[in-house]
């Protein structure tokens, strides 16, 4: 058999490739040509993904974050970026409710431009981050040798700085920007942070997004036979990644695009598939959000689209078959067996190990 292995990051300590190294080897045991093809979400993973996809050259990028650790691959004139080294702290709110800056992501988007490659491919995911992208703009205006402030001019000097560079945003969450459902609201839900906190941030980065959605309608030529209104970008689908970087950089001219789709695209899933008999793919936890827009979606969608067989595992599964079938899922694994009630609790597992363990599992259920 040919099997591909596509996974993410399975457990903390175990990245997508060791994930798919782990899971390879019983395989490879038992006579079997594997393909492993580590996959990633936007929030995490986009680098390794491609290095691993296409290999490249990794180079350290420096920023104003103390002890960040940022990287960037070169492969084929195309710069790709992660924001969450630089975006990973909780901040304190400034004196007007901001949560942190977003002014690091700039200095990854002007290290790629420094390198003279002509696209650029930025990881953005959740952050407790949060200033609507101003950091950003304000970051790029002041290298560029520009004016802050929202305005039409500024919007267009900004855009024609970086007009020879295409930017790609590969959004590790779909939130827009504002709204109750926005990743202002998600505010929240990251420790440290609060109701009172979010609503405050969410104030103040609407009164910005509104300034710099008034200056984006100053750059649309009026033209009376069409609806030449600018788009609301502040509550459009991705437009929260990154604290509000992905509305900064959507109003630069980026494509806001679905993390682990276009990751699935830069290392050609979709070519890997059509070579494979069995497709496995793996997350931390088979949810909801998992079988959505994660990693065993976009695996399970490539591979139903030729008639493959999918297996997924997470570490957790809290899905149907019925979910995982609609996207091309054949069958769900947790990496543990639950235990019966009432039996004692087993000692805590080493996460490769068990990993391991459930992959010998697999190739004798699904061997031929």
Known sequence: ????????????????????????????????????????????????????????????????????????????????????????????????????????????????????????????????????????????????????????????????????????????????????????????????????????????????TAAWERANAGTVRHNLLADDRAPRLGRAPHSGAGGGAGFALALLGARLLPGTQLVATEVDLAGAVADADLVITAAPALDGDAMHDGVPAVVGEHAMEVGLPVVAIGWEVHTSRRDGARVGISATYPVIEARMPGSPAPPSPDPLTALQARGQRIVKTWAQ
């Not at 900004?158 to 709204?179: E, F, H, N, Y």
Request: hydrophobic share 45%.
């Open 1 to 208: 058999m040919h099997v591909l292995i596509a996974p993410e990051s399975i457990a903390p300590m175990l990245s997508a490739a060791d994930t798919a190294d782990a899971l390879a080897g019983p395989w490879r045991e038992a006579g079997h040509q594997v393909r492993e093809l580590p996959m990633g979400t936007g929030s995490t993973g986009l680098i390794e993904a491609v290095t691993a996809a296409r290999g490249g050259t990794t180079h350290p990028v420096t920023t104003q974050v103390p002890g960040a650790v940022a990287e960037m691959l070169l492969v084929d004139r195309t710069a790709y970026l992660e924001a969450g080294p630089v975006l990973a702290d909780t901040p304190e709110p400034d004196e007007h409710g901001l949560l942190g800056s977003t002014a690091p992501v700039a200095d990854l988007l002007l290290a790629a431009l420094d390198t003279g490659a002509q696209r650029v491919v930025l990881g953005l995911g959740g952050t407790p981050v949060h200033d609507g992208g101003a950091g950003l703009l304000s970051r790029l205006a002041e290298v560029l040798g520009y004016s802050d402030e929202p305005s039409a001019e500024t919007l267009t000097a900004l855009r024609t700085a970086l007009g020879a560079v295409a930017v790609d945003v590969a959004a590790g969450t779909d939130l827009p920007l504002l709204g109750l459902h926005g990743a202002g609201a998600a505010l929240a839900n990251h420790p440290g942070l609060d109701a009172t906190i979010a609503q405050r941030a969410e104030n103040r980065v609407g009164e910005l």
